[in-house]
């Protein structure tokens, strides 16, 4: 039994020969854009598929890396870490195809060609004050590989400091990374110092850190810090 067309007349007793199927433009617009986004749709899944381990269904740090040379991107860009916070992806070195389906849909990038172009418009994005600080905080969160982990090392801290924060604030990370490098305190950190290192360099003056006031609710590794600056510059 055919299926009424979604077009046809609602007008009754009036057969197909004498009432021709008629469809509105706005009907003809959403049948083709159903259409295009189907076969974009299925372009993205391919491209997943032509990158994701076959045993576990989705693609691993060495199908990432295979992409990024594709993409003529090294591994380590900031930006493939971008594209895992536009996908959202919840394990670091792995997407899997919601994740991918999802990024790569709101880049419309049904190819790799595509999804390179798009790279420097993701970085703007990532880069506005309204998403970067979420951006920050998903770059710690994404880090931590083990079950139950709350804290990181302090040189993957040092590592990814630079590589998220390096560009926006380097005096500040540098010096901050020698500090972390040369104490004795702390052997990892955590979300609410990594965020408060964060509000510190938008909020303070640096280097004179004159509107610091350590009685606020910093982070005591962040007093220690400044104690340590301005022993350093005295």
């Not at 617009?29 to 189907?38: H, P, Q, T």
């Not at 302090?154 to 901050?176: A, H, M, N, P, T």
Request: proline share 3%; with cysteine; aromatic share 12%.
């Amino acid at each position: 039994m055919m299926r009424r067309s979604a077009c046809a007349s609602k007008k009754t007793g009036q057969t197909n020969s004498t009432n021709p199927i008629s469809c509105s433009p706005s009907d003809l617009f959403r049948s083709a854009s159903s259409k295009a986004s189907s076969k974009e749709m299925e372009r993205i899944d391919n491209l997943f598929y032509f990158y994701a381990n076959k045993s576990s269904g989705m693609i691993d740090p060495e199908g990432i890396e295979t992409l990024c040379s594709d993409m003529e991107v090294d591994h380590t860009d900031v930006r493939i870490l971008m594209l895992a916070w536009k996908m959202k992806a919840e394990k670091q070195g792995y997407f899997t195809l919601e994740e991918w389906r999802r990024g790569l849909k709101a880049l419309r990038a049904d190819t790799v060609s595509k999804l390179k172009k798009a790279l420097p418009e993701l970085e703007k994005e990532v880069r506005r004050p309204s998403n970067f600080e979420d951006f920050y905080s998903y770059s710690f969160c994404y880090c931590l590989t083990e079950e139950k982990q709350k804290s990181i090392d302090i040189e993957s801290i040092c590592q990814l400091l630079d590589l998220v924060l390096g560009s926006q604030f380097r005096s500040q990370v540098d010096y901050f990374i020698e500090y972390l490098k040369i104490q004795s305190d702390y052997k990892v950190i955590n979300l609410d110092q990594w965020m408060g290192f964060f509000r510190f360099c938008n909020e303070i003056s640096f280097p004179d850190h004159s509107n610091y006031n350590p009685d606020l609710a910093w982070p005591l590794i962040l007093d220690n810090f400044v104690e340590w600056m301005q022993v350093k510059q005295s």
